[in-house]
């Protein structure tokens, strides 16, 4: 059973930065990338960043462009998220994806889910 462990959630004043970090036990072949939502109280869950193992191509939410970035390291089968100036709307937990990626990360399809870690930006 694949694992995924995140860490590097808590709480920092807006303006602020977070690393968030993502192991997985294995990189299944039903998989070829990484990811990140986050869901706030009383909304959805949406995602926030993807990463393609091989090449390395990265997405992002337009509400999150230029202000997070997610990097991997393949020999560790780790998966980060930088976060820079935080807001009181990135509160959330946010949780650790690993999925099938469709050629230019027009599909996706989440086969395993990590159990979230809480971001907490106070104004």
């Known amino acids: 059973q694949v694992q995924l462990v995140e860490s590097g959630g808590g709480s920092v004043q807006a303006g602020g930065s977070l690393r968030l970090s993502c192991a997985a036990s294995?990189?299944?072949?039903?998989?070829?990338?990484m990811g990140w939502f986050r869901q706030a109280p009383g909304k959805e869950r949406d995602w926030v960043a993807f990463i393609y193992r091989s090449g390395g191509d990265t997405f992002y939410a337009d509400s999150v462009k230029d202000r997070f970035t997610i990097s991997q390291d393949n020999g560790k089968n780790t998966v980060y998220l930088q976060m820079n100036s935080l807001t009181p709307e990135d509160t959330a937990m946010y949780y650790c994806?690993?999925?099938?990626?469709?050629?230019?990360?027009?599909?996706?399809?989440?086969?395993?889910w990590g159990q979230g870690t809480q971001v907490t930006v106070s104004s």
């Open positions: 994806t690993l999925s099938w990626c469709g050629a230019g990360f027009r599909t996706y399809a989440v086969r395993y």
């Open positions: 294995e990189y299944p072949y039903n998989a070829n990338c």
